[in-house]
């Protein structure tokens, strides 16, 4: 069965800074692999996915994430933090066998804190 | 639509009452999947569907939790006799069919509070 880490529970940031948040899998194959982004009292938001070919994928709000097979991550970047993503963010997984209906299995989050 | 709707927003039930939450999926999209969201963030996978029919339905407390996709009309998750730990936000999602399609898209979730 697939599993998700998210190591950090909580990150704060400066306005401005650079972001990375963490996220690393147990998988036997190569996954799908997603990130969500979860506002307060609101529902999920894809940033981004990877399914297979370039490993740096681009997402939106100017998020981009990398697939690591070496390292089973697939951390999520962007170079300028603002204050509107203040957020929790979700890394997920979904086996990459290409069949449909395959269930997510997620990390516990991440939230993210900025600072003005 | 071009969104998944939930409804209602927010429910509260007292113990041992029924609550039922409804998910209608974007149109054109073959899967619809539930999910549990209980505090410290941690998500639960309860069932999902390939258009009418059950897909999955491993992650489902069957004795009080029951789920229905029917033809023209709104995906169901119906909880009888509903516990103080079935207090969560339950997050429908759809996704198109397989491989590149397979992205969920998440409803804004149903808040269910259990006094």
């Known amino acids: 069965a697939q599993s998700v880490t998210q190591p950090d529970i909580h990150i704060t940031v400066s306005e401005g800074a650079s972001l990375e948040l963490r996220c690393n899998y147990s998988?036997?194959?190569?996954?799908?692999l997603f990130w969500y982004v979860q506002s307060p009292g609101q529902g999920l938001q894809l940033l981004l996915k990877?399914?297979?070919?370039?490993?740096l994928v681009q997402g939106i709000k100017g998020f981009e994430a990398e697939f690591k097979r070496s390292q089973s991550s697939f951390n999520l970047r962007k170079p300028s933090v603002h204050w509107s993503d203040a957020a929790e963010y979700f890394c997920a997984v979904a086996p990459g066998d290409n069949n449909a209906g395959n269930m997510l299995t997620f990390g516990g989050g991440t939230r993210l804190m900025v600072k003005p | 639509g071009e969104e998944v709707a939930q409804t209602p927003k927010h429910l509260v039930r007292g113990e041992g009452q029924k609550a039922k939450l409804y998910c209608a999926p974007i149109k054109g999209h073959s899967y619809v999947f539930w999910y549990q969201q209980v505090l410290k963030n941690e998500f639960k996978f309860l069932i999902s569907f390939q258009n009418e029919n059950v897909f999955d339905e491993t992650g489902m407390p069957k004795e009080r939790f029951s789920a229905k996709c029917l033809p023209n009309s709104p995906c169901s998750l119906e909880i009888q006799a509903t516990k103080l730990e079935d207090s969560a936000v339950y997050f429908c999602?759809?996704?198109?069919?397989?491989?590149?399609?397979?992205?969920?898209?998440f409803g804004p979730g149903t808040r269910l509070l259990v006094l």
């Open positions: 990877y399914f297979s070919g370039d490993t």
């Open positions: 999602a759809s996704s198109p069919g397989r491989g590149y399609q397979e992205t969920q898209y």
């Open positions: 998988y036997g194959a190569t996954p799908y």
